[in-house]
Nanobody
Framework: QVQLVESGGGLVQAGGSLRLSCTAS????????MGWFRQTPGKEREFVAAWNGGVTYYADFVKGRFTISRDNAKNTVYLQMNSLKPEDTAVYYC????????????????????WGQGTQVTVSS
């Protein structure tokens, strides 16, 4: 079965950096759109970044600070997070969706079929 396993979360001071990783199994990784979302208690899961057909998409609040990348040989997608802010504190999830996703759908959580268990990122002020 399909599994997505995130790692790399933790506690960091404001202005610091973290790199999240998400390793997939049970699917042909290169055929999938990969996305990162985040969620805080009481709020809906929100889009962070996605890699769809060689094109990257970012939420406005992370542009210039976060970078999504992928290594198809390792079945892994990464999220490099720099200049972290306390408001970036959340559980971060990776997700896999159809490779044929329309660009506009890359931003929407329901477009993705598979989800990881999440990794906690806490940014202290």
């Amino acid at each position: 079965q399909v599994q997505l396993v995130e790692s790399g979360g933790g506690l960091v001071q404001a202005g610091g950096s973290l790199r999240l990783s998400c390793t997939a199994s049970g699917l042909t990784f290169s055929n999938y759109t990969m996305g990162w979302f985040r969620q805080t208690p009481g709020k809906e899961r929100e889009f962070v970044a996605a890699w769809n057909g060689g094109v990257t998409y970012y939420a406005d609040f992370v542009k210039g600070r976060f970078t999504i990348s992928r290594d198809n040989a390792k079945n892994t997608v990464y999220l490099q997070m720099n200049s972290l802010k306390p408001e970036d504190t959340a559980v971060y999830y990776c997700a896999a969706g159809p490779g044929s996703l329309y660009a506009s759908r890359s931003y929407r959580a329901p477009s993705y079929n598979y989800w990881g268990q999440g990794t906690q990122v806490t940014v202290s002020s």
